[in-house]
């Protein structure tokens, strides 16, 4: 058996008619089984997404062997999240991985995952899926802590009030500064 933190091949969000809205293989160098050759052309990606779609369009399982491949996916309104694995690959931290990067979407998206907003919002949810998955590696499995690392920090809430009194209180401190060193010369 060959132990390896590089467990997935693929992450993908189609839509409800299986047209791609985001797309990401991973192919690291430093795989212990050396670089994947399969899905290199985007002939092959397409093919290979279409397929799945077709097996995985309809609610129901989780999980499934598609293509030598381990799928993983879950539906979210006019959406499917999918991670693609490796046939050995432990199916259950696959899915803590995809049900950790789609309740943080949701936390983010505040429950209004579609299409529509995930495009809008695509740079939060790229972020989503690097703070999940780092070439292949799955780097965290807490919802929360994903959110969190992604989410825009808030405004200072701590404004500095500017008037006329606090313009007047720094003149006459710089006022008297200057007085002061005049004095001492």
Not at 11 to 32: M, N, S, T, W
Not at 106 to 129: F, G, I, P, S
């Amino acid at each position: 058996m060959n132990l390896s933190l590089y467990s997935v091949n693929a992450f993908l969000i189609l839509d409800a008619e299986g047209h791609r809205v985001l797309a990401k293989y991973y192919r690291p160098k430093g795989h212990p089984q050396g670089e994947s050759k399969d899905l290199l052309t985007l002939k092959d990606q397409r093919a290979f997404e279409k397929g799945l779609w077709q097996k995985t369009k309809k609610p129901g399982a989780d999980i499934i062997l598609y293509d030598g491949r381990l799928a993983v996916f879950r539906h979210s309104l006019d959406l499917i999240f999918y991670i693609i694995g490796g046939a050995t690959e432990n199916e259950i931290m696959l899915y803590s991985a995809l049900t950790a990067f789609s309740d943080a979407v949701h936390l983010l998206l505040r429950n209004q995952v579609e299409k529509r907003a995930v495009l809008e919002n695509l740079d939060m949810v790229l972020l989503c899926l690097d703070e999940t998955i780092d070439d292949g590696i799955i780097v965290e499995t807490d919802s929360t802590t994903i959110a969190s690392r992604v989410s825009r920090p808030k405004a200072d809430t701590t404004e500095i009030v500017i008037n006329e009194q606090t313009i007047m209180n720094a003149y006459q401190t710089v006022r008297e500064k200057v007085q002061q060193r005049i004095q001492q010369l």
